[in-house]
Nanobody, 124 residues
Framework: EVQLVESGGGLVQAGGSLKLSCAASGIAFEKFSIGWFRQAPGKEREGVAAISTLPDYTYSPDSVKGRFTISRDNAKNLAYLEIHDLIPDDTAVYYC?????????????????WGQGTQVTVSS
């Protein structure tokens, strides 16, 4: 059974930082690109970062670039999303997802597996 489990969310003051984790099981983790997405209340889900099977190949949209950093540790089947300088608009449920190599990017349809999400709430 494939599982992606996010953790590390919580309530944080604006200006703070968080490191979210995504633990994968049931897949050959090193053969999957990982994406992080978020969905704020009343808004559509949006992609915020992706990392390919090559750890140095990452992408983030301009809206979060510089504050969001994605990384992975294939030896531990873990992916991470670090968020710095949090702002209230970062409040959302954050999801990780896995797409089979060579697919890469923030198009939701390429992702076969999704986690249940972790809540991030930023207070002003």
């Amino acid at each position: 059974e494939v599982q992606l489990v996010e953790s590390g969310g919580g309530l944080v003051q604006a200006g703070g930082s968080l490191k979210l984790s995504c633990a994968a099981s049931g897949i050959a983790f090193e053969k999957f690109s990982i994406g992080w997405f978020r969905q704020a209340p009343g808004k559509e889900r949006e992609g915020v970062a992706a990392i390919s099977t090559l750890p140095d190949y990452t992408y983030s949209p301009d809206s979060v670039k510089g504050r969001f950093t994605i990384s992975r540790d294939n030896a531990k089947n873990l992916a991470y999303l670090e968020i710095h300088d949090l702002i209230p608009d970062d409040t959302a449920v954050y999801y990780c997802a896995a797409a089979p190599d060579p697919l890469f990017g923030l198009f939701e349809r390429i992702y076969d597996y999704w986690g249940q999400g972790t809540q991030v709430t930023v207070s002003s």
